[in-house]
């Protein structure tokens, strides 16, 4: 596999580390007369426009029609990517409603997850943005029925056969045995489960039926590792990593690979409906139900998928999560080791575990290919209801998915969620779902975790309420941010990251990147990051970040905070709250690259907004704090390089902006020669303030003429050449009142 890491670098060009290579060819273009304009802190008599982007584009005389990518160019580019998600295209070529479609995923996974509660409609609609639908409903499921004798028995040869093993009349008569005190409804119940078991392996090995059988296995262990090879020096056994997603990755049948999971999601979800209220159904319509008691049960069978667990009795249980296809635990504080809830091998591609009361305590070490609601090249389940859990895994835990479905919900209780790679909320070529509902939570990562998305990937961590804390450590460093990034702090891909297989350079085999989401629903949280994160995009991926309530703070260093390189759709979205945001260095806050798009949007508060590092004696950066501070690096708050799309909407309160680079506040470059397709390709940067009494705190530096300085209730622009000034848009712009379209939902 040709080097991720590398290839992020290669193309982050120098000059976007400051202006000055570019004072010396100051653009022609001046302020719009229409928007008064620099204003040397003196406030004027202002427009109070009802649309403000149409309004700054036609002081230049565009609309947003004229303002935006020649859509047939972007459609040469989308078509030498593999497996570019549905909506990536229209977004891209119509840049002002990518927040509409924001505000829509957003409001959808609200209303199923912090409303309804119900982790189907969310397994269904994550479906639907990785392109398919082919079992996005569970009322379309064909339905399943237990046979009324010896139900569990015979679901289980069913089963049986269809994996061609041998179900034993040793293990038949010990069953019968078994099952002796079981009432017979939850024995329908786990029939019911196993049934769905036998139609999802029938999909999934379906699904799987042009890839050569042979070769499964590899593909299972390069999963295992993907994230976590040294890419510039990968082990000799997984050169040929990339291959496997662009083989495998298009091989997979994925209408088959979602309907085999949602057979198996909808096993567990009946499960769980019944265990929440055990009773016997009413015979005929309008009958009564008939309560029944399932406690003080211990039972435990074989499967040819692993074994079943069903326990009742009260007492605290420990158990090794790869020797089962399923465990029902209803009492006591447990205790989960290995792949529990996750496909532990190639031929235990299907788990589930339900826990609903207990302080219980899932643990994986690095040994363990995934844990804890995760898919690899299968399904892994895990659902804990009440108490306050601790979740450890190393890598692939907690909602995550290589080729396959991983979903993690938990209800209740104040949890710990603790991993390395791939974890809470971290999709590749499949659907990754972390869901926590309530309590003061916190994440802890280092890479590719906590709402990313890969190549086919969507994955999403939502947490419906509490203070929570997000953290993807920036400083124990093992993936230092090199060439110029930030050495002094770890690549993240965390918090809302999409992320693409990149091969433009060498070797080929591109693929357009997934869909990660980070949203939060409720409370004072707190969210940190090294490089890449926060609603970040590379490679056709798209990155989001929405917090509805409460005053948050967000730190992080280089394409942060809606930053993106290389053709992503990020957007931050902050509803409420007085928030502060901090980025040590670049590319962020509605800071684009290179045919990127990238909204930052915080719609109330008293805000803090600031970019500069600690630098020690020297002006070297520094992540202690030496009492100095710096800038390093722009294209912040609304600002867009290489054809791009940068815009920064801060709506009400007084806010107040910190910032040492000129390079930000609506700034401009569109770079392009007039040899390459892209000189006739836009650039926008726009930097929009609306409302309140803002302060801008913008040590005084020489500014070129006519870019005018950021001020309360002022106008400004921020132009630098080379490039195409005419394909160029800069607008900074601090109103008293008007409406900013793009900031609307309903
Ligand atoms: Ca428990
Ligand atoms: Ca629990
Ligand atoms: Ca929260
Ligand atoms: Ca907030």
Redesign the pocket.
Known sequence: MKNRILLLSICILLPFFGCSAQDETLPEKKAPAAIPAPAENTPTAQPEPDDVIGYILEQEGFTRETARYIPDGLEILANQQAMLQLHFLRYWKNPYEFPKYVYRLTDFQDKACAEEKDAFKLFGFSQIQTGHRAASRPEYIPELKPSEEKPLQSALAELYKDCDADFSAEEKSALDKALENVPMELQKQLAFVLLSAAEAKYYRDRALRNYPKDKLSHAFNYAVKSFTIDDENPPEEFVDGSLINWELGQAIDYDDFYTGAAFAFRGAAEMRKFLANPEIPAKEKGGASEKIDISGITLEFNTPLGKAGFNSANDNNAYRGEEYFLIIDTFGNDTYRGAAGATGSLDHFISTVIDTAGDDHYIADEKTPCAQGAGILGYGFLFDNNGNDKFEATNNAQGMCYFGVGILWAYGGDDDFKGHTCVQGSASFGIANLVKIGGNDSYYAYYTSQGFGFTGGYGCLIDTGGNDRYVAEPYKLVHAATLGHDNLRNYSFCQGAGWGQRGDIFGGHSMAGGTGVLQDLAGD?HYECGVYGQATGYWYGTGILH?K????HYEGSFFVQSGTAHMGLTMLY??????SYHVWKAISQGGAHDYSVSFFI?KA?NDLVSSWSWVNEKGEQSVENTGKKAGIGGTMTGAAINNSFGVFINIGGDDTYEFYTKDAFGWCMQNADISSGRYDMFNAAMFIDVGGNDTYIIPQMELPEGWGAPGNNTAWKRYSTPGNPKMSFSCGIDLEKGVIKEALYK
């Open positions: 949280d917090d309530a409460g005053n948050d902050d509803e409420e709250g007085d928030d915080d508060g």
